[in-house]
């Protein structure tokens, strides 16, 4: 297998993985606005903010236009200036199919080209703008019906392990930047003063609307249902957090992810292979795993959360950049594809 087919491989499955989970945190954060007792900025900005588009977004909207809910999610729904935004992504992920139609089945091919299609038609602005719901469940149900696609219409050999290696990174990736900016604004969250909570019942109400917005980082996950199914509707800042980070049977936990990458690469680059490119990205993601693993045994710290997750999402950069220098044929890091020239 050559390094350009496996490399377009790998950002396919980035991309679509980019698009659903962009779909559902808009979704999710949409119903949050409604619902929840927070200002516009606290509900949309941590949208902008995992999607690493903040510095982009000021430069283009101003400092304030975060409070503008329409403009966030058009900004990373629909802004061909965007490169996180949904039709970017599908778009790039329709190139990279493309660019390798000899190995995607047709089945995949059709459903990466109908989502692309559609992202730039008028009937996704009109339904955009008619029905914000019915938009984000159709870029989500066609992403996630190619995903599917993938694993039963494929042969399961190496142009799979490569797909779904940029998958699993990519949600590495995600589920770890939103816990991160989502923990951080929950444990932030200004509490009443022992003056004020007797008055107004303030104190219930913070604990009310801190629950929904728990609940609101599960949904943005897809693990709503699952915990509850753990945790019989216990919901707080460790269970959530221990969740997402370390639950094995959860298919977007970290812990999960990161075992299942370090799986496919092992299928790509075997671990006794020592003559063979690779090493190095592989003993790295060992150890990535080998660390979430360690961390999943000790007691639960609420201040260390930040500091893990930081950890988690530098790793698996470095990790992803080094699969392309050793296995894609990327040039020095400075040389290298970046995500928006894939």
Do not use: K
């Given at each position: 297998m050559i390094s350009r087919v496996a490399d377009h491989c790998f950002w396919l499955g980035r991309y679509l993985e980019r698009t659903e989970s962009v779909a559902r945190i808009l979704a999710v954060t949409q119903n949050l606005a409604l619902d929840a007792e927070l200002s516009p900025t606290q509900c949309w900005l941590p949208v902008v903010i995992v999607a690493g588009q903040k510095a982009h977004f000021v430069d283009a909207h101003g400092e304030d236009a975060a409070a503008d809910g329409e403009l966030v999610q058009r900004y990373m729904s629909l802004d061909e200036d965007n490169a996180t935004s949904l039709r970017r992504s599908s778009s790039a992920a329709r190139w990279n199919a493309r660019s390798i139609r000899e190995v995607v089945s047709l089945e995949v091919?059709?459903?990466?080209?109908?989502?692309?299609?559609?992202?730039?038609?008028?009937?996704?602005?009109?339904?955009?703008?008619?029905?914000?719901?019915?938009?984000?469940?159709?870029?989500?149900?066609?992403?996630?019906?190619?995903?599917?696609?993938?694993?039963?219409?494929?042969?399961?050999?190496?142009?799979?392990?490569?797909?779904?290696?940029?998958?699993?990174?990519?949600?590495?990736?995600?589920?770890?930047?939103?816990?991160?900016?989502?923990?951080h604004a929950l444990t932030n969250l200004p509490r009443p003063s022992a003056d004020e909570a007797p008055q107004g019942g303030l104190e219930k109400r913070h604990r009310v609307v801190e629950t929904a917005l728990w609940l609101s980082l599960l949904r943005a996950c897809s693990g709503f249902e699952p915990f509850m199914k753990l945790n019989q509707g216990q919901v707080n800042e460790r269970a959530v957090a221990q969740f997402l980070l370390f639950e094995p049977r959860f298919p977007r936990s970290i812990r999960h992810c990161v075992h299942a990458a370090f799986a496919r690469l092992c299928e790509i680059r075997p671990p006794d292979?020592?003559?063979?490119?690779?090493?190095?990205?592989?003993?790295?993601?060992?150890?990535?795993?080998?660390?979430?693993?360690?961390?999943?045994?000790?007691?639960?710290?609420?201040?260390?959360?930040?500091?893990?997750?930081?950890?988690?999402?530098d790793e698996t950069s470095t990790i992803c950049d080094g699969i392309g220098r050793e296995l894609l044929g990327y040039g020095p890091p400075d040389s290298s594809p970046s995500a928006t020239s894939q």
């Open positions: 091919w059709e459903t990466v080209n109908e989502l692309h299609l559609w992202m730039s038609s008028e009937a996704a602005q009109e339904e955009f703008r008619s029905s914000r719901y019915a938009f984000y469940r159709r870029a989500r149900s066609l992403t996630q019906l190619c995903l599917g696609l993938t694993q039963n219409t494929m042969l399961h050999d190496t142009p799979l392990d490569f797909i779904w290696l940029g998958v699993l990174l990519e949600r590495v990736g995600q589920t770890a930047r939103t816990l991160d900016v989502h923990h292979s020592a003559t063979l490119p690779g090493g190095e990205s592989l003993t790295r993601l060992h150890l990535l795993h080998q660390w979430v693993s360690d961390r999943a045994t000790e007691p639960f710290d609420p201040l260390a959360v930040h500091a893990a997750l930081t950890h988690v999402v």
